[in-house]
């Protein structure tokens, strides 16, 4: 449904600390995940994926850990610096669904200097 | 690699008029293409799914007579707005999925920005 009326969920976190952004996941049959992250007036950009065969995926600076048990996702960011500011979105692919995503609503990280 | 490329970025146009916005993967084939709306701090909304050579797919809501989409290579997609309306004003953003294995992240066009007056 449309989550009219909530205000984006924000975190705000001191440069240099470690970031955790969540999210829940709706469809147990999803296989595919990925975390995007959207400064303001630009398009989404991609940060790191991971297939359901897999509980931990690890980049440059962000690591995904994923429980499919409780369909949980979570983005964690190392050293978080100024350009990490932005809006943080997960989304799932549904197995078969013709890469269709199903999008969180989004995390709005402000990261203080 | 994986550059997806939207024109234009900004349009400020009258009531009425028609609005082409194109998308295009520079770098990659995509068989697959996806036009996004999105009202300022809310998530992205699916519109339609854009097939090439074939007629797109149309989320429920979302009028394919209003929302013209054409996928007519493997690099580019045009979404048209005809007959343009205040309320059709917003940001609109396409991506696109490479060729191949089902499994690959979907590449963004930094957007377009539509005011109608």
């Known amino acids: 449904g449309e989550s009219v009326g909530l205000h984006l969920p924000t975190l705000s976190v001191q440069e240099g600390d470690n970031s955790i952004i969540n999210c829940a996941y709706s469809n147990s049959a999803s296989d595919y995940f990925i975390w995007y992250k959207q400064e303001s007036g630009k398009g989404p950009q991609f940060i790191i994926d991971i297939r359901s065969n897999m509980d931990k995926r690890q980049g440059q600076r962000v690591t995904v850990l994923l429980n499919k048990t409780v369909k949980h996702l979570s983005l964690q960011i190392a050293a978080t610096q100024p350009g990490d500011s932005a809006v943080y979105f997960c989304a799932e692919n549904l197995m078969g669904n013709n890469r269709k995503l199903i999008w969180g609503l989004g995390t709005s990280l402000a990261v203080n200097p | 690699g994986a550059v997806v490329s939207q024109h234009p970025s900004r349009v400020i146009c009258k009531s009425g008029t028609s609005v082409k916005i194109e998308c295009r993967s520079l770098d990659f084939q995509a068989t697959t293409m996806f036009w996004y709306r999105q009202f300022p701090k809310k998530s992205l909304m699916l519109m339609a799914t854009s097939n090439e050579g074939s007629k797109a797919t149309y989320e429920q809501g979302v009028e394919k007579d209003k929302f013209l989409i054409n996928h007519a290579s493997l690099t580019l997609s045009t979404l048209t707005v005809t007959s343009a309306h205040p309320e059709d004003s917003s940001f609109y953003i396409c991506?696109?999925?490479?060729?191949?294995?089902?499994?690959?992240?979907?590449?963004f066009g930094d957007g377009t920005r539509l005011s109608i007056l």
């Open positions: 991506s696109a999925a490479s060729s191949g294995y089902s499994n690959q992240p979907q590449h």
